[in-house]
């Protein structure tokens, strides 16, 4: 059973910075890819960003390219999401799962989600 528990979020002017964190448990997070997700109310949860288990490798979203960065340390089981440039449009729920996928289908875990509000 993996748990995921997501900080971080919170109330940001547009242009601002934020990182959210998502703290799994286990022994074996350094196994997992992580991603993270965002939903928007009255729409579906879409793809932000995603990075192996080593870090080696990363995926990003079209629209947060450039102004977001996920990353990583395995040693407190933890992944990063540095959230820059910020616009109203960002605003979201933010969720990370487990697994390494541009599609949400391919997750299996998932955290209970943090919200992130941009005001413009």
């Known amino acids: 059973q993996v748990q995921l528990v997501e900080s971080g979020g919170g109330l940001v002017q547009a242009g601002g910075s934020l990182r959210l964190s998502c703290a799994a448990s286990?022994?074996?997070?350094?196994?997992?890819?992580m991603g993270w997700f965002r939903q928007a109310p009255g729409e579906e949860r879409m793809f932000v960003a995603a990075i192996t288990a080593t870090g080696e490798n990363t995926l990003y979203a079209n629209s947060v390219k450039g102004r977001f960065t996920i990353s990583r340390d395995n040693a407190k089981n933890t992944v990063y999401l540095q959230m820059n440039s910020l616009k109203p449009e960002d605003t979201a729920v933010y969720y990370c799962a487990k697994g390494f996928s541009r599609s949400s289908l391919e997750y299996d875990y998932w955290g209970q989600g943090t919200q992130v509000t941009v005001s413009s």
């Open positions: 286990g022994p074996t997070f350094i196994r997992y890819s």
